[in-house]
């Protein structure tokens, strides 16, 4: 890291306190440590040593002092950088921030503690066949590497366990046994299914929405696929669809099942949304279970849907939670995840199947992304190309959302990031291309969903476009269909596929529930349903509503029917 990423790390721990004087904090102050006396060399200290880790020299003096090892330098030297937290405020170095200083609890460390790694690339086998070696020496087997218990007696066979690092983790996709309709992968991600040429495949696009469906955005919704007009048809004759991944707390379920009524995919995201990124990252099992069959249960049951067609998930700021989210996905017959996410590459990435390790980098995600095997779709989600102008921009990071492609101000801006994302897919091996909005952005700017129905009318034109949800995109992949015959592709037109769905919604009066429970002291929120009205206000502990009597400890028994699997 160069000086000037120092001091933007420096900048960036100090913003994250919201400390109003910084000066103290700003100016990185150099130290050369002499190596005199019983003092350990730099090149010593920073031995095997990430250059972004804060350490102390000392556990004397105030514990506002900490240094790293810039490696930077001129001729490769490595020097010593030094930064100093604000007055009053103390480092910690197991968090590596600047905190109060009766909250830091370490300071009588001099560094983070290091995890043993195991010994996994040796030139020769040095263990007995089916085994591996700890980082102390000892010989264990391979299938105890990363299965959550600690196993060797350093604990490293938990330390290493990323797509990269699990010795158990997934092969790479193998063509000749992955096969459709059940099995799709490409080396590199970026193969047609089917091997369709890509002048012969439709160009897919997904708008999806994250969050609560509620009075906020409802209307936005009506106008976007209002399916009254001629022009927001898919040349196939049926309407446009979208995907909403509904989050529990402030959802109306009456606008849910009218949503799902007129042919929207109903997906989840997650029953709390709970505000801790490190949350769904590190989430147990019993979590991922509760948080998500948790959401599906209350959605099936508030909004009457009951034909098995929630089986999608996206994780809370897209924080995937590893092998444990796509086993409970699993156990409970969810179809999809659409939380990863893949930088922006040359080329677009299509959906892929689980089973084999996934063919990109884990992007973005916290690094939890599953290495194992997993009988689930993921609909990886491409980062957009957010530059304004793409012939003369240098180039810029990619943004997931498009609303976290923060440099889109105007709606001329909005419709310039549509149309040249629509060509960089179109042009290339039209992977879907996904559009993921908060309803809040949209809603920010007029002009914003202006020009996103500006977008659609435009695409519908040209018959070789469809707006789908999700479960269509997999139809399609599972008998990938060429352009000149999607008019008659029966599973987007057939009985159960809501071609065009006319009429009035279930219920025109839905029932205001004013509701509590006890996992949410001194609030009262209402739930809009056409069913009855539940006991309690549906939480993690009680995702019925019908109330617990006795205080029990989390011990979740969601019953399930065999989803109607679609794959
Ligand atoms: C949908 O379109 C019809 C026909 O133009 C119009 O009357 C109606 O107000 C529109 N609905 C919404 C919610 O925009
Ligand atoms: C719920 O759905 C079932 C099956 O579709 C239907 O028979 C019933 O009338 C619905 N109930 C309400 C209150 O909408």
């Known amino acids: 890291m160069t000086g000037k990423a120092a001091l933007a790390v420096a900048l960036l721990m100090c913003l994250s306190q919201a400390i109003d004087n910084c000066n103290g904090f700003m100016t990185p102050r150099e130290k050369r440590q002499a190596d005199e006396g019983d003092e350990q060399s730099v090149d010593e200290l920073c031995k095997n040593r990430p250059a972004d880790e804060y350490f102390r020299l000392s556990t004397e003096g105030d514990c506002r002092d900490v240094v ?5 330098g001129e001729n490769g030297i ?4 030094g930064v100093r937290c604000p007055q009053g405020l103390a480092f910690d170095i197991d968090r590596q921030t600047c905190d109060w200083k009766t909250r830091v609890k370490n300071c009588d460390k001099l560094d983070k503690p290091r995890k043993a790694l195991p010994n996994l690339k040796t030139d020769e086998p040095v263990c007995p066949k089916d085994q ?6 000892e010989c264990i087997n391979k299938d105890l590497f990363c299965n959550d218990r600690p196993d060797c007696k350093d604990e490293s066979d938990e330390n290493a366990c990323s797509v990269e690092t699990d010795p158990n983790r997934a092969p790479d996709c193998d063509p ?11 080396a590199d991600g970026t193969r ?3 091997g369709l040429e890509p002048s012969q495949v439709p160009q897919l696009i997904t708008i999806t929405f994250n969050g609560a469906v509620n009075v906020d955005n409802m209307d936005l919704y009506e106008e976007i696929f209002n399916n009254s007009l001629p022009n927001r048809m898919n040349p196939n004759g049926c309407s446009i669809k979208g995907t909403f991944f509904v989050s529990h707390k402030y959802s109306n379920y009456a606008f849910i099942q009218e949503l799902h009524r007129k042919g929207h995919e109903i997906a989840v995201f997650s029953l709390t949304h709970k505000d801790d990124p490190k949350y769904w990252t590190g989430g147990s099992y019993d979590d991922w ?7 599906r249960l209350i959605t099936e049951r508030f909004a009457n849907i009951s034909d098995g067609s929630i089986v999608g998930i996206r994780a809370p700021y897209l924080r995937v939670g590893g092998n444990k989210q796509f086993q409970m996905m699993e156990h409970q017959f969810f179809v999809y995840d659409a939380s990863i996410t893949a930088s922006l590459g040359r080329v677009p990435i299509w959906p892929y199947t689980l ?7 884990c992007n973005g ?8 095997s997993h009988p689930v779709w993921e609909m990886v989600m491409n980062e957009l190309d957010r530059r304004d102008d793409p012939t003369f921009d240098e180039s810029l990071p990619g943004c997931h959302m498009v609303d976290s492609c923060s440099n889109i101000q105007t709606g001329e801006q909005f419709g310039r990031l549509l149309r040249h994302n629509f060509n960089r897919h179109f042009s290339t091996n039209r992977a879907p291309l996904g559009l993921h909005f908060h309803a809040s952005w949209l809603k920010s700017k007029r002009e914003f969903k202006d020009e996103l129905i500006k977008f659609i009318e435009e695409m519908l034109k040209r018959n070789d476009v469809y707006f789908v949800n999700m479960l269509q995109v997999i139809q399609w992949m599972q008998t990938p269909t060429e352009l000149d015959n999607m008019r008659d592709f029966t599973e987007w037109k057939d009985e159960n596929s809501k071609c065009d769905v006319k009429g009035q919604p279930f219920c025109s009066l839905s029932n205001p529930c004013p509701l509590t429970t006890r996992e949410l002291p001194g609030e009262t929120i209402r739930l809009f349903t056409c069913m009855e009205c539940p006991n309690y206000y549906p939480w993690i502990l009680d995702p019925t509503g019908d109330g617990f009597s006795t205080r029990r400890k989390r011990n979740i028994h969601l019953n399930f029917k065999n989803k109607n699997h679609y794959v």
Not at 289 to 295: S, Y
């Open 68 to 72: 790293r090892c810039d490696q930077a």
């Open 78 to 81: 490595t020097r010593l950088a």
């Open 289 to 295: 279970l509760a948080e998500m069959a948790g959401a």
């Open 355 to 361: 089973f084999f390790r996934m063919p990109h980098k």
């Open 192 to 194: 047609i299914p089917g």
């Open 176 to 186: 000749n046994q992955c096969v459709l309709p059940d099995c799709f992968c490409s």
């Open 132 to 137: 591996l070696q700890c980082g102390n020496g």
């Open 365 to 372: 995600n916290a690094q939890n992304c599953p290495s194992r």
